[in-house]
């Protein structure tokens, strides 16, 4: 299938969500996915609002790409933020990098830092869209187009969810759509800074999050339930 085709897919499923899931979200993080459709959702002046969790450890590349997307699209972007009191009683209880001894302590810190502020985003929703692809990582390889999230009790949909990278950056590239510049550095998957590294040549690209984890353990909590079980994991050691 052809770029202009598969836009041409993922523009009329925007559509119908728009027409038939209002009031709907764009949950996104600015990556490159995210800004495909913010993207489209501007051209097609689409009613899709656009919302974002700011956890308070982004990279300051992102802040930047937030005001830019502002500015540029002259579209509005809701940004929703931690419980202060939830976060400074983790912070006093396992101090502000507690997330690297454990998956238990990482899922409590993503569970304040973006499951709660993206519940309170959802509320009122009659629908969620993300920029999730099945070639992201192994926990997301049966990602659907179409699903619906029990744990929010409403439609949630992946429109690039069978997009390859050279289709997401094919369009970026065609249309000249702003992005991360930590992509440009070797960071495909841009998330909070003390989380996030660049990828070696041959990695999985989404294997600079939570990089000191196993692969199927690297979720924060946003697009699947919390694990059954935690185990503990080698403390963090700071890359040479």
Partial sequence: ???DARVADVTALLQRVAANHSPAGLASSFGAEDMVLTDLIAKHALPIAIFTLDTGRLPAETY??????????????????????ALESYVNVHGVNGFYRSIDLRQQCCA??????????LAGRSAWLTGQRRAQSVTRRDLAVEEFDLAHNL??????AD???DEVWGYIHAHEVATN??????YPSVGCAPCTRAVEPGEDIRAGRWWWEHPEHRECGLHR???A????????????
């Fill in 1 to 3: 299938m052809s770029l």
């Fill in 64 to 85: 930047a790409l937030i005001d830019r997307v502002r500015e540029h699209y002259a579209l509005k972007v809701d940004v929703h933020y931690p419980d202060a009191h």
């Fill in 163 to 165: 997009w390859s990278d």
């Fill in 229 to 240: 079980s935690v185990a503990q994991i080698e403390p963090f050691r700071v890359r040479p």
């Fill in 225 to 227: 339930q919390p694990l």
């Fill in 181 to 186: 510049p930590l992509h440009a550095r070797g």
């Fill in 155 to 160: 439609p949630k949909f992946n429109p690039l």
């Fill in 112 to 121: 304040i830092r973006k499951a709660a502020p993206l519940a309170r985003a």
